[in-house]
């Protein structure tokens, strides 16, 4: 856990600037049937998130196991995950643009589907509103550039601190920053996605990339629960 929080804390070095400058331009390029249908698919999955029960499981979050349990347990979740995006993203990389397109919620339903195992295996309740939240910070550790990654991981450091900053029951638009959030998505999955929408060569992309994007949600579930389990055992009553 130390080991993963230095490398999201260490600046970003010249290169990845340059790939970051890089990358800008040719989102740029992009068509922006590819952008709106990004924003959109992201703005029902983050509605499905807060209100629906799309993702809910009808297990209770599991109360006893050790640390090492769990994350046995975590680790063949990621597995499982990991190899039913990279055959949807093959699936639908294959048939070009139409087929293309449809990846993008397809992706994010299995994201947030994780994201909501994950919950339930280090033991929190993601029906509550602010575990919800916090599955939607997980996300953006996984998904943002350093800086944003860097300001999330101190608002999960302190996450106790951070919802009770607030003096009623916390909202979503408190909590978020619905616009950093979408625009840190998108301009990290835009480039590989766009290249998913070749006919052909698309399936491989998709494969490749979605089998990627689950294992870097997986490392950072992983790592951000992680925290939560060590600050609940030092406050025990609290926990």
């Known amino acids: 856990m130390n080991e993963w929080r230095r490398k999201v804390s260490k600046n ?6 340059w790939t970051k400058g890089f990358q800008n331009k ?8 590819v952008h709106q249908t990004v924003a959109s698919a992201l703005r029902t999955m983050i509605e499905t ?7 809910v499981t009808a297990t209770e979050p599991l109360k006893a196991g050790t640390l090492k349990d769990r994350e046995e347990e975590l680790d063949e979740t990621i ?12 699936g639908t990389g294959f048939g070009g643009v139409f087929w293309g397109m449809t990846d993008f919620p397809l992706l994010l339903a299995i994201k947030m589907r994780f994201l909501f195992t994950a919950a339930h295996l280090y033991g929190f309740d ?5 575990e919800r939240l916090f599955l939607l910070q997980v996300f953006q550790m996984a998904f943002s550039g350093n800086k944003n990654k860097q300001e999330t991981l101190t608002r999960i450091d302190d996450w106790e601190g951070f919802t009770n900053d607030f003096p009623g029951a916390l909202t979503a638009d408190e909590a978020m920053d619905w616009v950093t959030f979408q625009l840190e998505y998108r301009d990290f999955i835009d480039v590989p996605k766009t290249l998913q929408l070749i006919p052909g ?7 490749t990339i979605n089998y990627h994007f689950l294992d870097l949600l997986g490392e950072a579930a992983k790592n951000c629960y992680r925290i939560r389990w060590f600050e609940e055992r030092k406050n025990p009553a609290e926990g």
Do not use: C, H, W
């Open 49 to 55: 998130t807060l209100n629906g029960s799309d993702y």
């Open 79 to 90: 597995r499982r995950y990991k190899r039913t995006a990279s055959i949807e993203g093959a």
């Open 12 to 17: 970003p070095s010249m290169t990845k600037t």
């Open 126 to 130: 993601p029906v509550r509103m602010e």
């Open 201 to 207: 060569f698309g399936a491989i992309v998709g494969a």
């Open 26 to 33: 040719i989102n740029q390029r992009i068509p922006d049937r």
